[in-house]
Structure formats: structure tokens, C-alpha cells
């Protein structure tokens, strides 16, 4: 039976792929910091085992290695978001809050369990598409992803050799806890389970990056291509005074 574990597993994207991957009959380490919502989805699965801790303590995720055992898939998508609204006031223990969530803690994740990654496994890094442009207010959250998505891709050149494969995925707006505290329109929403079946999808075709939805993607990709000057330009008409 092969094997993935999955952080940010209580709710969310993370939820709903335990879930897929346990009806796809795969075992199933659901990840998170609560007890209760992680109860609960070990309870709709035969498959599913879960294990609380927090991803920003290396020493918790040292102990974890001692007990998952081998891995075939590796999917790392616990992760928060906060703004900054006052940049004159910049939010730095806020800064650095988001920093250690995204991205720090993965780097305590590869230390502790890249090697419980079977040859010819895969590593999964849940990104997200604002890595694509740059976003009022998500300073923290921007920088985050764009630097989680450049260590996936480098790991992706580096455990090639070690028979590891590695995805990034970029996810547009997808119906959260996370997104739910957001207060401004979110086009091309869509459910986490549905964004569940993308990245299986992508994952079993071996893809190195998984965007979804794809017409909201592409949008955000043909304006990446803009020069910056005119797409800053764009961003403050939008952006409220």
C-alpha cells in the first residue's frame, strides 16, 4: 500500500486530500495542530492515521521521523496568511510570522523527513499563484510563496539524482478557513475538494507544476508578462486610497 503524509491536514486543501488519496487506498498520515478536526477526519477513514504537532518546532518534527516509516508522496500545505495594512506601520513580528509558517518550517520538514522519501517518490510543496505578481498588501504572504516555489524548483534539479521527484502547486483562490478572512472578491473560487482532484491528477501525471483553475492562472499569468511599470500602474488603480 503505498503511503503519503500530509500537513495542514485538519482543514482545508489538506483535508480534502487525505480524504481522496484514503478513497484512492492509499495510507494516509493526516498532519496538524488541532486534536479535534484531525479526530474527526481519522474517524471517516480506515486509512487515515493523524499526528498533531506544530510545523514550526524543528524538535517536534524530529520526533515525527521517528515514527512515520517510509513515504511514497510527501505533500507539505500547512501554511497562513496575514496582511499588511498599514506599510508606513510595517508589521514585522508579523513579517516573520508568515516566513517561519511557509517557509522556514519546510526547511525543518526536508531536514527531518526527505529521507523517509522512498526512490522514486515525490515531494509536493502547496505554493500559491500571487507568487505570479506582485500584490497590495501581501508582503508577507507573496514573499513567502515565491521563495517556497524557487526552493521547489531547485530541489527539483537537486533530487533528481536521488530518484525524488518534486511538484510545486499554485493554487488560485480555493474555499478556506485561510481565504474565508479574506475581504476582497475572489474570482474563479472553487471547493477544496475540487481542488483536491487537481493536484492528485497532477501529481499522478508526474507534473513538475500544478496550476489551477486554469482560466483564472492564465489571467494572472498574461499579466505577469506585462512590464512592471505598467502593471504597477494597474495595481494602484485597483487598490483603494
Not at 70 to 96: H, P, Q, R, S, W
Request: overall charge positive; proline content about 4%.
Amino acid at each position: 500500500m503505498r503511503r503519503v503524509m500530509i500537513t495542514g491536514a485538519s482543514s482545508g486543501i489538506g483535508k480534502a486530500l487525505a480524504l481522496r488519496y484514503s478513497q484512492l487506498g492509499w495510507q494516509v498520515i493526516a498532519c496538524g495542530r488541532n486534536e479535534e478536526r484531525l479526530a474527526d477526519i481519522a474517524a471517516a477513514s480506515e486509512y487515515i492515521s493523524v499526528m498533531a504537532f506544530d510545523m514550526t518546532d524543528k524538535g517536534q518534527l524530529q520526533q515525527v521521523a521517528d515514527f512515520i516509516g517510509k513515504l511514497d508522496l510527501l505533500i507539505l500545505n500547512a501554511g497562513d496568511c496575514t496582511y499588511i495594512d498599514d506599510v508606513m506601520d510595517f508589521d514585522a513580528e508579523g513579517f516573520e510570522q508568515i516566513i517561519n509558517t511557509n517557509l522556514v518550517s519546510v526547511a525543518y520538514a526536508l531536514k527531518a523527513w526527505l529521507k523517509k522519501i522512498n526512490k522514486g517518490g515525490r515531494l509536493v510543496l502547496v505554493s500559491s499563484s500571487a507568487e505570479l505578481l506582485a500584490l497590495p498588501r501581501a508582503q508577507a504572504y507573496g514573499a513567502s510563496k515565491a521563495a517556497l516555489s524557487y526552493l521547489g524548483r531547485v530541489l527539483s534539479i537537486d533530487l533528481a539524482k536521488h530518484g525524488i521527484d518534486v511538484s510545486i502547486v499554485r493554487p488560485g483562490f480555493v474555499t478556506t478557513p485561510l481565504t474565508a478572512k479574506n475581504d476582497f472578491p475572489m474570482p474563479m473560487q472553487i471547493s477544496p475538494e475540487k481542488a483536491a482532484i487537481e493536484i492528485v491528477n497532477g501529481i499522478s501525471k508526474g507534473k513538475h507544476c500544478i496550476d489551477f483553475p486554469f482560466g483564472f492562472i492564465f489571467i494572472m499569468k498574461m499579466l505577469a508578462c506585462l512590464p512592471f511599470a505598467l502593471w504597477r500602474a494597474l495595481a494602484l488603480r485597483m487598490s483603494p486610497i
